[in-house]
């Protein structure tokens, strides 16, 4: 009987020295991420204190206890029902590794559970593999897998940012479709295949294919995806004006000298609407636009009569069907909006100046007006021929000469804030030929006057009305306007 209690007493004394209730806990995170660290207890230690200490767990090796709730990137909770507590250690960094313990307090030596921490930088990989199509093509992204994983949740995402990889997946091998990628999977060869289709450059960049572990990290491999512009033999920039015509040059490989040479309008290749071919006009809506094939020089010239504003748009003229790589010119047509005539005009400080505009004779009964701004489209009127009970500057007087289809505005006592861009005309459609533009310029004190083309506009520095027209137009024309002789621009 002595010998038995003497074994027990002996027993609890060994017991007593036990340090670890436990195996060993691995837990991973990412640099500037969190860590999980849950560790489990026995019966009857609910009520007891626990904590996650460093080194030799001295006091000052505590980092955080379920009496403190928080601490600095610490914090810690208790689930007493299912016996877990876990610690979360937030933004991580790389003197985070290590070793650690979860303790719990009690009499005596407290229980110890070791616990191993990595940290890894957020970013991957070492090596990249490269992959490179054209706009408007699909292509295929292959990710292999180790055989253990063979059964794990595959996915791949944007970017390179392997902690959020999995919440920014843009298909998973649970969800195998969502727009324009696909994933399927080869578990045969350890491989699954996502496909991208419908490309645009914005599609370029890294992607992460993943895999999803239960225990650690998951583990990545990277793809670098390149799109290139799906282009041709050129492409440029053409620039028109409403109402003139503009001609665009098409070059072709020289075995397309007889193949069929077309322009055809439209954002992209795929919705592109032939505007002109080389082979027939009968279909064509509009005959504004005329194709001249030239062999000799391997090149053709599309010309668009009488110019739209609506007739802006990306163009692509080419001599392959098939829409080969290489073989057509992509052409950006701006068209820009014109007045009948623009001038320049100075006035000084304190004293009147007067502008003329012209109008179409069968607008004498169209209200005329003048108004302010840099644009047609944010243009205020300053004065009309109709009403001048809403003016919020009565310097402004306009006199309507029908005869003459004609009318004045002049501005009393200018100041300097009266300098800017004004636009004159009676067309409240803003119809491409209606209006005068008048770029006024105030000054301090009389200058000499004199002329000065600019551009193909005129400048009067000092005294009346001026007549002139728009930049579109390239002969010169003299005209007498009371004691002043202008050079102004005519078509």
């Not at 206890?65 to 208790?78: A, E, M, N, V």
């Not at 307090?105 to 921490?117: C, F, N, P, S, W």
């Not at 727009?179 to 914005?202: A, M, P, W, Y």
Request: include cysteine; proline fraction near 2%.
């Amino acid at each position: 009987m002595w010998s038995l209690q003497n074994q027990l007493f002996t027993l609890c004394i060994v017991l007593s020295h036990v340090t670890s209730a436990a195996g060993l806990i691995h837990v991973s995170g990412y640099e500037g991420r969190e860590a999980k660290v849950s560790c489990r207890y026995g019966q009857g230690y609910e009520s007891y204190e626990k904590y996650l200490c460093r080194n030799d767990c001295g006091d000052a090796d505590v980092l955080i206890t379920t009496t403190k709730g928080t601490k600095s990137r610490y914090s810690i909770s208790d689930d007493k029902s299912n016996k877990v507590f876990t610690t979360i250690i937030s933004d991580l960094s790389s003197t985070d590794a290590g070793k650690y313990w979860c303790g719990v307090t009690r009499t005596g030596k407290d229980i110890y559970t070791e616990v191993k921490l990595d940290v890894k930088p957020d970013h991957c990989c070492e090596h990249f593999t490269k992959v490179q199509d054209y706009e408007d093509s699909s292509v295929s992204v292959s990710c292999p897998y180790e055989s253990e994983d063979r059964d794990n949740l595959k996915y791949i995402c944007r970017g390179n940012k392997p902690s959020t990889c999995l919440q920014e997946a843009v298909v998973t091998s649970n969800i195998k479709q969502n727009g324009q990628f696909s994933l399927n999977e080869d578990k045969t060869s350890r491989k699954f295949t996502v496909t991208i289709t419908s490309l645009t450059q914005k599609d370029s960049g890294m992607y992460l294919c993943g895999v999803h572990r239960n225990t650690g990290l998951d583990v990545f491999s990277g793809v670098n995806l390149e799109v290139k512009e799906w282009c041709c033999v050129k492409s440029y920039n053409r620039s028109g004006i409403v109402g003139l015509p503009v001609t665009m040059e098409c070059s072709y490989p020289p075995q397309h000298r007889t193949n069929m040479k077309f322009l055809c309008k439209g954002d992209q290749r795929k919705n592109c609407r032939d505007m002109v071919t080389s082979q027939s006009s009968s279909y064509q809506t509009d005959h504004r636009f005329t194709l001249q094939d030239d062999t000799a020089s391997i090149s053709f010239l599309v010309t668009i009569k009488e110019l739209k504003a609506s007739d802006a748009g990306t163009y692509w003229c080419g001599s392959d069907r098939q829409w080969s790589a290489g073989n057509y010119a992509k052409i950006q047509l701006s068209v820009e909006w014109f007045c009948v005539k623009s001038y320049n005009l100075s006035g000084i400080v304190g004293l009147p100046v007067t502008m003329e505009c012209s109008y179409p004779p069968q607008h004498r009964t169209n209200m005329k007006f003048l108004c302010k701004g840099d644009h047609r489209n944010n243009c205020t009127d300053m004065v009309t021929s109709q009403s001048s009970s809403d003016q919020t500057d009565h310097r402004f007087t306009l006199q309507d000469d029908a005869a003459s289809s004609l009318f004045l505005v002049t501005i009393k006592e200018l100041n300097s804030s009266d300098a800017g861009t004004y636009w004159c005309g009676s067309d409240r459609q803003w119809s491409a030929g209606n209006y005068t533009k008048i770029q006024l310029s105030v000054d301090f004190q009389q200058q000499t006057s004199t002329v000065e083309p600019v551009g193909s506009q005129v400048t009067q520095i000092s005294g009346g009305p001026i007549k002139g027209v728009c930049t579109s137009y390239n002969h010169l024309l003299e005209v007498n306007n009371g004691s002043h002789s202008h050079i102004v621009h005519t078509r």
